[in-house]
Every structure is written in C-alpha cells, then in structure tokens.
Nanobody
Framework: QVQLVESGGGLVQAGGSLRLSCAAS????????MGWFRQAPGKEREFVAAITRTTSTYYPDSVEGRFTISRDNGKKMVYLQMNSLKPEDTAVYYC???????????????????WGQGTQVTVSS
C-alpha cells in the first residue's frame, strides 16, 4: 500500500510556472505507475500526465509541450512541472498510483488505486 501527499500548488499568473510534488510512502515505490489528474469545480476528474515504472510518459493534448512529469525512485517522489500556465489549468491537482501493469491503462481515474488529497492550482488571467 502507498500513501501520497501533494504539495506545490498556489496562485500564479497566466504564462507562469509551477512545480507540483507528490511524496509517496511504501517500500516498493519503483513498482508503481504514477499519474496526475485535475478536477475543476463542476467538472469530471481529468487526466494530466502519467509516468510508468519503466519511465514512459503520457500526456493529453491539452498539456502536451507545457507539462512534464518525472519521478525520483530514490526519494519516492513524482513531480509535475507546469509551464505556460493558462486560466483553464485552474483546478485541484491529484497524484495517483497503481501497481497494476495492464497495458495502455494510465489515463482514467479507475486505472489507479491510491490517491492523494490534492493541491489547489489557480491561474489568474
């Protein structure tokens, strides 16, 4: 089992950058696929980025080229570097983890078993 704690959210102007961090507990962090999702008020939880245990990365078109996910297995950390932020990026951002190793399963909330409490990101125009 793994516990996840996000940090790094805040208020930033459009065009600015933020780096979110996710600290994981547990001894087998390297065996987990990790993801970031976001949820704005009144909207569904949305896929933002994923990094597998083999360090393959995936992004939706909405953030491709602006966001970068990375992991440090030694520190049990996952990061989301967000550049060129837009007001529509405003949401609560969640870190997620799964030990399942099913192919092509990384972009749906149901693909993940463990979730953090979320961190608020607000982008002003």
């Amino acid at each position: 089992q793994v516990q996840l704690v996000e940090s790094g959210g805040g208020l930033v102007q459009a065009g600015g950058s933020l780096r979110l961090s996710c600290a994981a507990s547990g001894r087998t962090f390297s065996n987990y696929d990790m993801g970031w999702f976001r949820q704005a008020p009144g909207k569904e939880r949305e896929f933002v980025a994923a990094i597998t245990r083999t360090t393959s990365t995936y992004y939706p078109d909405s953030v491709e080229g602006r966001f970068t996910i990375s992991r440090d297995n030694g520190k049990k950390m996952v990061y989301l570097q967000m550049n060129s932020l837009k007001p529509e990026d405003t949401a609560v951002y969640y870190c997620a983890a799964t030990r399942n190793d099913r192919p092509n399963t990384y972009s749906a909330p149901s693909d993940y078993d463990y979730w953090g409490q979320g961190t608020q990101v607000t982008v002003s125009s």
